[in-house]
T-cell receptor, first 113, second 114 residues
Framework: GNSVTQMEGPVTLSEEAFLTINCTYT??????LFWYVQYPGEGLQLLLK?????DKGSNKGFEATYRKETTSFHLEKGSVQVSDSAVYFC????????????FGEGTQLTVNP | DTAVSQTPKYLVTQMGNDKSIKCEQN?????MYWYKQDSKKFLKIMFS???????INETVPNRFSPKSPDKAHLNLHINSLELGDSAVYFC?????????????FGQGTRLTVV
């Protein structure tokens, strides 16, 4: 079956620090990959996505590259802000799973001023 | 305009009661979902409908029954609520099926069973 593994949290950083949240996946087919963000008390918002190998998704200063050879989709940001504090979820979707999203465990990020 | 809206946002109820959560999307999407988020923030799919047809039904107790009166609405009815049902329930919708199915989520319904 499909699965997504994220680095364990929580992650605490100072403002302007560099962020990496690791994500690796297992899939039976050829998945699309996503990063979703959940701010406190809110629903999930799509942060970025990539649908084929070597694609780079980017949004709001965050980036992730679809690496088929290492089955990874690590999230990076060069300089985090206090407003980036949230829970980040890596997820995949593929044809054989009937369009469902399979999520990683989520990584809580706290950015201190 | 809210794209995917759920009501209520908070629901506190006693064990044994029956309750419903409603979801509506104005994105014109064909597929809708219910996801459950547990206390550790883990998200898991419960159900998925495509054009009012049930296409995913995970291992969920049959006390949970989804209903889709039309493709813009997907409601969740829960009978005989138990303490373990306490969680945040998210409705979502997507346009495409399969690997490119990027989902849009509602704000969630926090259900507390006491």
């Amino acid at each position: 079956g499909n699965s997504v593994t994220q680095m364990e949290g929580p992650v605490t950083l100072s403002e302007e620090a560099f962020l990496t949240i690791n994500c690796t996946y297992t899939a039976t087919g050829y998945p699309s990959l996503f990063w979703y963000v959940q701010y406190p008390g809110e629903g999930l918002q799509l942060l970025l996505k990539a649908t084929k190998a070597d694609d780079k998704g980017s949004n709001k200063g965050f980036e992730a590259t679809y690496r088929k050879e290492t089955t990874s989709f690590h999230l990076e940001k060069g300089s985090v802000q206090v407003s980036d504090s949230a829970v980040y979820f890596c997820a995949l979707s593929e044809e054989t799973s009937g369009s469902r999203l399979t999520f990683g465990e989520g990584t809580q990020l706290t950015v201190n001023p | 305009d809210t794209a995917v809206s759920q009501t209520p946002k908070y629901l506190v109820t006693q064990m044994g009661n029956d309750k419903s959560i409603k979801c509506e999307q104005n994105l014109g999407h064909d597929t809708m979902y219910w996801y459950k988020q547990d206390s550790k923030k883990f998200l898991k799919i419960m159900f998925s409908y495509n054009n009012k047809e049930l296409i995913i039904n995970e291992t969920v107790p049959n006390r949970f029954s989804p209903k889709s009166p039309d493709k813009a609405h997907l409601n969740l009815h829960i009978n005989s609520l138990e303490l373990g049902d306490s969680a945040v329930y998210f409705c979502a919708s997507s346009q495409a099926r399969g690997r490119r199915a990027e989902a849009f989520f509602g704000q969630g319904t926090r259900l507390t069973v006491v």
